[in-house]
């Protein structure tokens, strides 16, 4: 057994990433991140753990290979840090954490960092991000499996390289899925790319908000179809890679023509989204597909640039809406384009193939924070903030199918005092001081929802295109 402080690093485990450790002296370490499997061009994901500490043992690590120049360490980014005895993730204070370029490292991007290791018997660990692993996922799918909930189907769509799950969850109520219903489906799918782990987080709060007694959750399962893929490159993610599946393919470049073989995943999640988009009993409304950012902030959306202007003004209206609802997503942040480079991407070829009624986006979330109070205060997300922008994305969805009138409001028959109430309290109403999603009010009898027509979700479709007319006007003039 090495002598205390003599530290040992281990990154084999499930997301593990550490390739490779130099000792410089008894308080100064290069580390190296491993490329992702079978492509060494990704070098962003590192998660490791260190142990045989000594007590107030101090040392200065230099992660030394990063292959992005630009990164949100320069923004006040910072890794993540727990021991066996402190389970819950902590950042360290920015304040100790350099990003810079090194001419000892052939100019490579270096991230260095003190660390004073206070407990002699813990095991610490290290990490870029938030992990969410397979293995979680698998364990949190079982659990609600359990549940036995008629509105929740899990199957298995396919097997990966190494032989690991695709989930295909289906969230409706049972009569929906009848064969002579007509179903309007919203098709999600996670973590393409296996080191962007917000993106899990906020695919379960989705599913959770969905899977809820909440009277939103309750009207969206009796009318639309989710159909939910949460994690589309199982063993990348597995692996610890950042980018790339086991054998080095970007899934999300490789739309156009996915291999059985190769990329099993993908071939299988499209052939399925082209089956439901060729079925006379489906219509495709949404394909959102879930991303992390590794240099903006807040959550933001990218969508499709269409030559038909009502098509490509429809699109703007649900970003909008997800505006409304989540204090951080921005609409600054958010864009529509056609950039070759995107050209594989789901968002891009979906885009193009799918029917003209089908809405098609990568929904962004930052790795580290996002602005309020017009951008003078940053507010680091955690897990809970990531499962919250999932939970708005379904009441944006909510708010969407009601705005175009795809969800009617159903009568109910409220008692007097509570119609008397309502008129009472329209007098001097003020919609805009409301705060965001969470005091948003859908009361419920007997299952039925009614709707304020106070909200945003009461504006035409046409006002709404031309404020997003208006705003990407004044943005190009900047």
């Not at 190769?262 to 079925?279: G, R």
Request: with cysteine.
């Amino acid at each position: 057994m090495p002598r205390k402080g003599h530290l040992i690093f281990d990154a084999c485990f499930e997301c593990g990433n550490l390739g490779r450790v130099d000792y410089i002296t008894e308080y100064e370490y290069d580390l190296f991140i491993r490329p992702d499997t079978c492509n060494p061009r990704f070098r962003v994901w590192f998660n490791f753990t260190v142990e045989n500490v000594k007590a107030d043992q101090r040392v200065i690590f230099n992660i030394v290979n990063f292959s992005k120049t630009k990164s949100l360490y320069r923004e006040g980014m910072s890794p993540l840090v727990k021991s066996s005895s402190r389970p819950k993730w902590q950042r360290i204070p920015s304040k100790n954490v350099y990003y810079y370029r090194c001419p000892d490292h052939r100019k490579n991007y270096v991230m260095s960092f003190p660390f004073a290791f206070d407990k002699e018997g813990d095991t610490y660990q290290f990490a870029y991000c938030y992990p969410y692993s397979y293995t979680r996922m698998q364990t949190y799918l079982a659990a609600i499996e359990k549940r036995k909930l008629n509105y929740f189907d899990r199957e298995l769509l396919c097997l990966s390289v190494q032989q690991r799950k695709l989930d295909l969850l289906t969230i409706s109520a049972p009569e929906n899925l009848e064969p002579d219903v007509k179903q309007r489906v919203v098709f999600v799918t996670a973590r393409v790319h296996p080191g962007e782990t917000p993106a899990s987080y906020v695919c379960q709060g989705l599913i959770d908000f969905l899977l809820s007694q909440h009277p939103i959750a309750k009207v969206l399962r009796d009318h639309v179809v989710f159909k939910i893929v949460p994690m589309l490159n199982p063993d990348g993610v597995y692996l610890g890679n950042y980018r790339c599946s086991l054998m080095g393919f970007d899934l999300n470049r490789h739309w156009h023509e996915p291999s059985p073989w190769a990329h099993p995943t993908l071939h299988a999640n499209k052939h399925l989204l082209m089956d439901m988009n060729a079925s006379s009993k489906m219509d495709v409304d949404f394909y959102i597909d879930i991303h992390a950012h590794s240099t903006l902030m807040n959550g933001f959306m990218y969508g499709n640039v269409y030559d038909d202007p009502v098509r490509y003004e429809k699109q703007a209206v649900f970003p909008r809406l997800m505006c409304a609802n989540a204090e951080d997503f921005s609409m600054m942040n958010t864009s529509f384009n056609r950039d070759a480079m995107k050209a594989g991407t789901g968002r891009r070829f979906l885009g193009g193939i799918l029917d003209e009624n089908s809405l098609c986006y990568t929904l962004e979330v930052s790795f580290f924070c996002y602005a309020t109070n017009g951008g003078s205060t940053l507010v680091p997300y955690d897990e809970e903030g990531y499962m919250r922008l999932g939970r708005n994305l379904a009441k944006t969805c909510m708010d969407y199918y009601k705005l175009t009138s795809l969800i009617q409001p159903k009568p109910t028959i409220l008692p007097l005092n509570h119609t008397q109430r309502r008129k009472g309290s329209s007098k001097g109403h003020r919609s805009e001081g409301r705060p965001h999603s969470e005091s948003r009010q859908y009361q419920s009898l007997r299952a039925d929802v009614v709707y304020d027509n106070h909200s945003l979700s009461a504006q035409s479709m046409n006002s709404m295109a031309v404020q997003f007319r208006l705003q990407h006007r004044d943005i190009h003039r900047r």
